[in-house]
Each structure stands twice: as structure tokens, then as C-alpha cells.
């Protein structure tokens, strides 16, 4: 029988002074959360281009959904529960 371990009664000792040396370069996204918010997002961004209908507003958020679609698309063609997002090299 194996002899167990006993668990950390903190782990601030083992932590302590330790900082990342480099901020996250990539984010795991739920695939139907981010599909949620991208919809309603459309979906406000659709009601505002009715309010600004034949104003100069009107061309920009028509350019904002045509882009926010694109992303939808391609999140919704992806497969699996999660859509892993990474940082673009500078």
C-alpha cells in the first residue's frame, strides 16, 4: 500500500514571489458562449444601423456587422466545445 501525501495546507509558500515572466498568448473559449455573445452582438449592431438608417453612421456599422459575420462563420465552422484564440505575433 502506497503511503499517502498529505495535501498543501497553503499554497502561498510555494508561490511566494513567483510572477509571470509573460502575459497569456492564448485564450480557451467556450465554441457556443462565444457564438451566443457573437449573435446577440449582431444583433444589436443590426438594430443600430436601423436608428442611424441614411446617416454617415450608417456605412461604418454596416462595415462592423460585415466583419462580427465573418468571425461568427468561422467560430461556427470550427469544431469542438472550445475555439482556442491566439495572440498575433508583433
Do not use: C
Amino acid at each position: 500500500m502506497r503511503k499517502r501525501t498529505p495535501p498543501f495546507r497553503s499554497v502561498d509558500p510555494l508561490v511566494e514571489g513567483l510572477e509571470p515572466t509573460r502575459p497569456a498568448e492564448a485564450l480557451l473559449v467556450q465554441r457556443t458562449g462565444l457564438i451566443r455573445i457573437l449573435r446577440n452582438s449582431l444583433g444589436e449592431l443590426h438594430d443600430h444601423r436601423r436608428q442611424v438608417a441614411g446617416a454617415p453612421a450608417e456605412a461604418e456599422t454596416v462595415r462592423e456587422i460585415k466583419y462580427w459575420e465573418e468571425v461568427l462563420a468561422w467560430v461556427q465552422s470550427q469544431y469542438g466545445p472550445d475555439v482556442i484564440l491566439i495572440r498575433r505575433a508583433l
